[in-house]
Structures are given as C-alpha cells and as structure tokens.
C-alpha cells in the first residue's frame, strides 16, 4: 500500500486535491482492490451455480423425463412446457393463493419481529438476557424438528393445543385456511428470532448520544423512533422485508412436512409444493425447471420495489 | 418530591414492560419447552389423552435411546460431520463476505451493481428446482466420492449463505453512521489497514447476527444435505434426525424430541459465545462519539 | 490488531478446509472391489439387521467383494436415487417398493435378469403377487424381496367380555364393532382415507380400480360391483370409526390409538403387535378381516419389496447380492420376524398374515400409477364419500375418469 493521502471516497474532504496520473501502476493496484475483494465470493459461486443455471435453463424448453433422465438426453420442444404451466389453471390459483400467503407472512414477521427487538430494549436486563436465549433456543430447532413439534402439538387424538382451547378433538388439518394457517404460525414463529436479533443488532448501532440529544430535545418515543432510529434501521429492515418475501414466497419444507403429501391437493398448493409435485414427483423435470423459472422471475418482480429502494439506500456519496 | 413519583411511574413502566416481556417469552417458547419436556417424559405420558405439563417422572432413556440406540447409529459422527461443514462455512463465508460486503459499501467500481444483482438474483433461486443439476456438478468435479463429500456440501452451503451475507454486511456497514467513520480515521494510514481497525470493531454486532444466521442455516439445512450425503457415517445432524421419522413403522416420539434437544444444543452454545460481542459493539458505538 | 484476527481466522479455516480433504483422500484405498446397496431403514431394525450382516458374508464368501449398505428413508429414497441416474452413479442393488416399480421399469432404470431368472433362490415359487409387480414387457427387472398384507389386530379381552368370537363375516365384524363403539373409542379403529384398506372392499365385492381395454386404461371404480364395495365400506366405516374422516392411515398411528386406549381393534400390518403398549399387550391376538361373504378372507392389499439392479451398475455382482440376500436361509429369517417370504414353499398355516395373503389385490400396473398416487385421487374420493360431499355414484365417477385420463398420459 501507498503512503498518499487518503482518497476521498469515504470521508470527503474537499480541501484535499487527488494526485492525477502520478504513479499509474499504484493507482491501478488501488482500482483492482475491490475487484479483488469481491473476487473469493464470484468465484465461489460461479464454480458451483454456473452450470446448474445453464442446466435448468436448457431444461426448461426440453421434453425430460424419467426415460431421458437415465439416457441424459432430452428432445427439444421449445417453449411448450411455458406453454403447458401458464396455461393450467391451478398455475395461477397456486400464484394468487402464495402471494396472499408471503403478504401476509412478512407482514406478521417483520412487524412482529420488530416490536419483540424494540421491547427488548424496554425491559430489564436479565428478561433480556432470557429472552434472547429464548429466541436463539427458537431459532435453532431445524425446520424439520418444528414441523414435528407443531404437528404433535395439534394432532387429533392428544394434541396440546387442542386441550389448551377446550376444542376436544379438533381435525386442524380438514380445511385449506386453517391448514395454510397453522403453516402460517408455524412460519412467522420461526421466524422472528432472525429478525429481532437482527432489527436488535442494529438497534445496538444507534449512538446513545443522538438518542439523549433528541431526549433533551422533549422529543417523544414515536418521533424519537421516527426522526433517529428508523433511519439507521430502514437499510436492515429492507434487507429483511426483501429477503423475507422471497423466503416466504418459496416455502416449501414447512408445508410439505406439515400438511403432508396426503392432505396435499391442487387446492391448497402453496408455489414451492407446487414446483416439487409437478416437476419432481412426477419426474417432469422439464417441466420443473420451467416452473422453476417462473418463479424466479415472479419473485423478482414482487420484489423490485424493495430491491430497488435497498440499492438506492447508498449511504455513501 | 418530582423525582420520587416519576420514580415510581417509572419502575410502574419498567415492571409493565418486563410483564409484557415475559407474555412473550412464553409464547415463543412453549413449543421449545414442549420438546424438551416430551424428551423427558415417560412413554404412557406421551401418548396420553391429557397432557402432563411438568414432567415429574423424568426419565433420560429416550436421551439414551437417542444418542446410543441400536435402531439409530452413527450419532457421534453425524455430529462431528456437522461440525466441520458447519464450522468451515461459518469461518470461510464471514471473511469472504466481509471482504465483498465492504468493496460494495466502501468502494465505486463499475460492475458493482452487477455484482449487488447477483447476489440478490441467488437468493430467488428455488432451491428444490437445483438440486438434482447441483448433484451433477458436484459430482464431476469428483466431490461426491466418500473422501471429499463434505466438502463438497461445504461448497454447496458457501454458495447459498455468501449473497446473504454480504448483502447483510453491506447493510450494516452502510448503517455506520459518517460521523463516526469520520471521527475515527487517522491520517496517513492505508484505507484498507483503515477498513479492518475502524470498521470492524463498529461492525462486529452486524458480523455476529450473521454469523449465527450462517450458523443456524447451515446446521439446519436437509435439501442438499439429503441427496448429497449417502452414506451414514458422512451424513449430518438433519439427516441423521430424518431417519427417526422416515420409517414406516413405529414413530418413537420421546426419542426424536430428545435427539431434537441434543441437536439444538451446539447451536445455543455457539451463540452463547458470541452474543457477548454485540454488547461489546453497543458500548463501543457509545465510546468513540 | 482487530483485521489481523479476522484475517488469520480465514486462513484457518482454509487451512482446515484442505486438511479436511487431503485427510479424506488419505485414507487407504482398498484393493477389493465393493457394491453400495440400498435397503430402507426397516431392515436397520435389531431383529432385522443380522439377517443383512449374515447376506453380507455370504456375498463376501461367494465373491470376494464387499457390500456397503447404505439405508434410505421411504419418503426421500426416489428422489435420491433420480439424482444418482443422472449423476451416474447408481448402487448395485436397490429396494424399490413394488408400487413404485412400474414407473422405473417403464424408463429403462433397471437392468434385464430375464436371463438369470433360473438362477435366483426359489424362483419357481415366487410368492406370485409380489413376483408380478418386478415383470414389465415380459421381462424381469426385480426379485421378490418380501411381502406384507393387512390383519385386524383386536383387544381379546374386550371382545370376550361382550361374547364375541372371531368374526366369520363382514357382517358380523360390523355388528359386533357397532356394539363395542361409543363417543372417542372406535370398535373398529379405521382412519378415513386408508384407501389400502378401503379398495379392499372394491375388490371383495368383485370390482376394481382400473383395468387395460385394448390397450388403453378404463377407470372401473364407477362399475355397479365398485360402487357396492365403497357403499359397504362407508357403512363399516360410520357405524365401527371414530377416527377422523380426512386423515389418513399413518397420522396418528392405529397402534397409538390402541395404546391410548381408544379402540378395541384397528387395522393394518401383523408387526403392529410390537407397538400396543405395556397395558395391553397381554390381552391381543389377531384374526384376518373376513370378506362379506361368509367363511372367506377379504382380499388384502399386498403391500411388499422388490430388489433390482439399476444400469450403469455391476449387474454380476448386483445379482450375487441379491442371490445372497434371498436364499431360503434369509427367507426363513425373515417370515420369523413377521414378514412374507417370497416364495409360496415357505409357506405356514400358522402364521396369520400368510393366510391373509390367500386372497389379494394390487394396483393397476401402470407406469403412471404413482402419479395417481401422488394427486390423493383415492383419497380424496374416500373423504368426499364421507364427509357426505358426494354421494358414492359421484365421487367414483369423478376419481375413476380421474385416474383413466392419468393412466392413459403419455
């Protein structure tokens, strides 16, 4: 590394001059450095995702079934399989049903998962600790074991929950609304750990004296919150929102364990189950992977805005 | 005589809060609690029609049952195998996007948002649909092999945690407050020496969030680690647990929900380390004002 | 100092990373050739697993190769083995069960053993349901592994408190379950959509769920004979059941609700005696599910395994395994655990779920029957019935040109 003054890309001061054109060599070794940085993280995944792309891409527009599986040779038929999926019916049923269904999980995780990072702040130190154990504890029972756990905890014949409400023996699993609602409890108190802990961490970046500034100030908590905190959080609880609505979007695991593939139907298909009956259990793998597309690009969709705001969200010059 | 009363309002607040607080801590946790009570009960209790909320007959067979069961081998090396893909993505994958995380937020360089639309385009990537293309890279570059299978999954996870992480990181760097970026940097010294003394203490609460999100992803993670992870004596934790539900016969409740807890508890341990540097990164935003 | 940490832990890591494969590449390569075979978690069991140990010696002894098996989970194993013929590298031997082997004989994923047929154990007396589910085109693709069928597992003390025998018909059965039922504990502990035991009835009263016209499927549950089988099963159903009607026959597990003490019998496979509970296993026994016509025995599903020997493997060596595998030592092993051998001369009159085995049925064999399957078409029918949102006549109408048109898919 050189001995020249700092550049000004981080703290611009405009008093100082850039030296231009000295020492050519030095200043492309300057200009690679970020290339560098990113460079570990392309190659990583390039090296592993690269062909899988290609792979479904291709996949997409070819006829590929068990039989062309085991010969590793498909025939081309262009965009038929697009055609086939966008024009089925349950397509589009499953699409409105899932956005629906990420709508409303973000909006309950986020939002709940806000209010428990702001109460953490509230309460006394040793419920705090508690409570973060308490989350982490939350956080880090597998998909696989939650689902478990719900579905004896509201299974027909002994249930807990169904003692708790006085319900008798409740069948939670008969209808496609409280089915998608038990996914939905399920989902949302999964989680929230990961977004308190994190709406949290970057509570903990909010400097203790802009808070007693605003303090002195006689501002209230809201606009306190408002005017000093929620402009250090809005780029995490971007980052949170964005991600969450493409998680949720793709649930799969929960509902397919939960419900299970017995009470699974085209009636209740939420977009993940749906790409998994249709392309991998039926082992219509182009077919798949032409779902697979469509839902990549849906998910980008719903997203941009999001997306969009968080790119913008350059905090630097 | 002011002071006394608001005293009072206040403890009255503080007292309303922490009631709320542990509203809360019960709802979330009750599932938790259920598990680990279930492990611990007797098998009659289990199944009963009334639930029995504290487990007065403890038993520790389902735990024995568990871990050194005939019917469930290969406990110690499903947690060993987890610990090292674990362990490995965890180190390598907070470096990598580390260093990525800061020539996002940090630096201007044509391709950058490029990069920035790669990362968030991995993440909508339906990860059931890749599995099977996945396998099949994997195995031609010969990671599927007994020997190297973990690192291939290793492979596997840094390529789904690395776009969120450094999305995550650049998040948080960007958060920094100019001020104290500002207030904190030294003449003369280089900018990437500067990158690593400032930013990093002042992001470490950033750091470890996501490095116990990578922790928990990976240690969770079945899709890949299923397929990719034949044999019994190389499959990890999840898979390991699977197999206690995957048979057509007999479910056996308590000793799932205990091999459940055991599972958890590298998890809350690791947390429990790190969770002390986020308090540190609290006080040290306070300091350097 | 901060960025020296953070640094030297990623070169840690990766220092660790290539230790952890050189590590693995280390380990001595084994001169003796070796076979990975598949065989599901049922045979981990303790009883189970020596019989596994025993075919492996005997492999080892004839060939002088070994065998890795490696155990799959029912819910998992088709979807990893999809991902092996595409990776090509498939196992020597595989267990398939045999309603899932049509669609793979169909796709060209098992090698032919038509020509080896004399050669395998016992293969003139293959057990001839099970032997027909591993035959596609006239072919051999898969060996009888071992069968199952479906038994009423019954209270003893229950129903000599209320002076009743075995019963001899389905009548009888319906009678005596009525008396024994009352709110939350089921005479007859049946769960709404067990269409393995729902189709039972179809076929006991002379119908079936699909058969081949000319080469095309014709869905045949809307027949008069069908819709007489599923109107008695709805009758059975509403006057022994307390189960709930949409679930099916794994959630909860009829044996649970044994235990619990909330049935005075269910139904389902013979092992299910392993799992009725300290309370109770002293006091139950066993008869087999009579037909509606008295004095016989209501066909039963014959649920069971095949082995086959995927392309791209050893198929020498694959076959050796399964030669191993099936002789008649393994055989006797296996019907001592409970289970069907696969071949008739084994055979015992004492043993109840061989007797059930006497008259059976099995599903269409067509490549698209798992995909009738995976839709619930069965399921859903059974549940329309009862809950009473079709009638019978409807609801076999609507499944059975549901699965016609499935069938007939190319």
């Known amino acids: 590394m050189t001995s020249l003054p700092a550049d000004t890309q981080i703290a611009p001061e405009p008093g100082r001059r850039r030296a231009r054109g000295r020492l050519t060599w030095a200043r492309a070794a300057r200009a690679s450095v970020p290339y560098l940085l990113i460079l570990p993280v392309l190659a990583a995944v390039v090296t592993v995702l690269a062909y899988p792309l290609y792979n479904v891409v291709t996949l997409s527009f070819q006829r590929y079934g068990l039989t062309e599986l085991i010969q590793h040779s498909g025939s081309w038929i262009g965009g038929a399989n697009y055609g086939s999926v966008l024009h089925d019916s349950v397509f589009w049923h499953t699409l409105l049903r899932t956005v629906i269904f990420a709508a409303v999980n973000v909006a309950l995780t986020i939002g709940l998962g806000t209010l428990i990072a702001l109460l953490l702040v509230k309460v006394s130190s040793w419920l705090r600790v508690m409570l973060t154990v308490g989350l982490v504890l939350v956080w880090s029972v597998p998909a696989v074991v939650a689902v478990q756990i719900w579905y004896w905890m509201t299974n027909f014949q002994n249930g807990v929950v169904n003692y708790v409400l006085g319900a008798g023996q409740h069948d939670w699993y008969a209808s496609t609304f409280s089915q998608l609602g038990l996914v939905t409890a399920l989902i949302v108190w999964a989680g929230i750990p990961f977004v308190t802990i994190t709406v949290y961490a970057g509570l903990a970046q909010v400097p203790s004296e802009l808070l007693d500034a605003a303090a002195i100030d006689g501002a209230g908590w809201f606009r306190t919150f408002r005017d000093v905190t929620f402009p250090i959080l809005k780029p995490i609880l971007l980052i949170l929102t964005s991600l969450s609505i493409i998680w949720d979007f793709g649930v799969f695991t929960q509902q397919y364990l939960l419900i299970r593939p017995e009470h699974l139907n085209s009636s209740n298909y939420l977009m993940g189950v749906y790409l998994f009956k249709e392309g991998y259990l039926k082992t219509d793998f182009g077919r798949g992977a032409a779902i697979s597309i469509l839902m990549f690009v849906i998910v980008a969709v719903l997203s941009v805005v999001y997306v969009r705001k968080m790119v913008k969200a350059e905090g630097v010059a | 005589m002011r002071s006394a009363a608001s005293g009072r309002r206040r403890r009255a607040r503080q007292t309303g809060w922490n009631l709320v607080g542990i509203a809360v801590f019960v709802v979330m946790v009750f599932p938790v609690y259920w598990m680990v009570t279930t492990a611990l009960k007797p098998d009659d209790e289990i199944n009963s029609a009334s639930p029995t909320w504290f487990p007065l007959d403890a038993t520790f067979s389902h735990f024995r049952e568990a871990i050194a069961g005939s019917d469930h081998p290969y406990f110690w090396n499903a947690v060993v195998n987890s610990l090292i893909v674990v362990g490995i993505t965890v180190a390598l994958s907070m470096v990598l996007a580390f260093l990525a995380a800061i020539a996002l937020a940090k630096y201007r360089f044509s391709g950058a948002k490029m990069f920035v639309a790669l990362m968030i385009a991995i993440q909508m990537l339906p990860q059931v649909g890749l599995v099977i293309p996945l396998y099949v890279v994997l195995r031609n570059y010969g990671l599927t092999s007994n020997s190297v299978v973990l690192f291939g999954l290793i492979l596997t996870y840094l390529t789904f945690v690395l776009p969120f992480a450094v999305w995550t990181l650049r998040g948080f760097l960007l958060g920094i407050p100019k001020e104290l970026e500002e207030a904190a940097m030294v003449d003369g010294s280089s900018r990437l020496g500067a990158f690593f003394r400032i930013l990093l203490p002042l992001v470490a609460p950033g750091l470890v969030a996501t490095s116990v999100f990578v922790f928990v992803t990976a240690w969770n993670e079945y899709i890949f680690a299923n397929v990719l992870l034949l044999d019994q004596s190389k499959q990890t934790v999840t898979v390991w647990l699977s197999y206690f539900t995957g048979t057509s016969r007999h479910t056996d409740w308590g000793a799932l929900m205990a091999a459940s807890t055991v599972i958890a508890v590298p998890v809350i341990l690791f947390f429990l380390l790190v969770q002390r540097k986020m308090r540190f990164g609290l006080t040290a935003g306070a300091v350097k004002g | 100092m901060k960025g020296r940490k ?227 099963y709805k009758n059975f159903f509403n006057a022994v059941s307390r189960a709930s009607k949409t679930t099916d026959e794994a959630h909860p597990n009829p044996y649970d609700v044994y235990a619990q003490g909330q049935a005075a019998s269910i139904v389902g496979p013979a092992w299910y005696t392993c799992c009725v509970g300290k309370k109770y296993t002293g006091v139950t026994a066993q008869f087999v599910m009579p037909s509606h016509v008295k004095g016989q025995v209501m066909p039963g599903f014959l649920g069971g395994s095949d082995l086959a020997v995927p392309v791209g493997a050893d198929k020498s060596l694959g076959e050796a395994w399964i030669k191993a595998y099936t002789d008649t030592t393994s055989m006797k092993a296996l019907e001592a655990i409970g289970n069907i051998p696969n071949t008739t001369s084994l055979f015992d009159n004492t043993k109840i779920n061989e007797r059930a085995a006497a008259r059976s049925w099995f599903v269409p064999t067509a490549k698209n029957w798992v995909n009738v399957e995976n839709e619930n078409i069965l399921r859903n029918m059974l549940a329309e019935i009862l809950t009473n949102k079709l009638t019978v006549k409807q609801a076999a109408q609507a499944a059975s040109d549901n699965i016609a048109s499935i069938l007939n898919a190319s």
């Open chain 3, 6 to 232: 953070f640094v030297t832990v990623g070169f840690v890591a990766l220092a660790a990373l290539v230790f952890a494969i050189a590590a693995g590449g280390v380990s001595g390569a084994t001169k003796a050739k070796s076979i990975t075979v598949w065989l599901q978690t049922d045979a981990q069991a303790a009883n189970w697993a020596p019989i596994v140990a025993a075919a492996n010696a005997q492999f080892q002894k004839d060939t002088g190769a070994t065998a890795n098996v490696q155990y799959q989970s029912w819910g998992t194993h088709l979807q990893k083995f999809d991902a092996t013929l595409a990776g090509g590298n498939t196992p020597a031997v595989i267990e398939m069960g045999n309603t899932e082997m049509t669609k793979y004989m169909a796709a060209g994923a098992f090698q032919d053993l038509t020509a080896d047929k004399a050669s395998f154990p016992n293969s003139s007396t293959w057990l001839a349901g099970l032997a027909a589910s591993g035959r596609y085109n006239g072919k051999l693709y898969g060996v009888p592994y071992y069968a199952g069928s479906r038994v009423v597992t019954y209270r003893s003390d229950l129903f000599k408190k209320a002076g009743f025998g075995a019963p001899k018909s389905l009548a009888q059965l319906t009678a005596e379950g009525k008396r024994l039922s009352k709110k939350g504990f089921s005479g007859v502990y049946v769960a709404g959509t067990d269409w393995y035991f729902a189709m039972s009835f179809v076929y006991d009263f002379g119908g079936s769920i699909a058969s081949r016209v000319s080469g095309k499927w014709k869905g045949a549950l809307d027949s008069k004979r069908s819709i007489a089988g599923l109107t008695a």
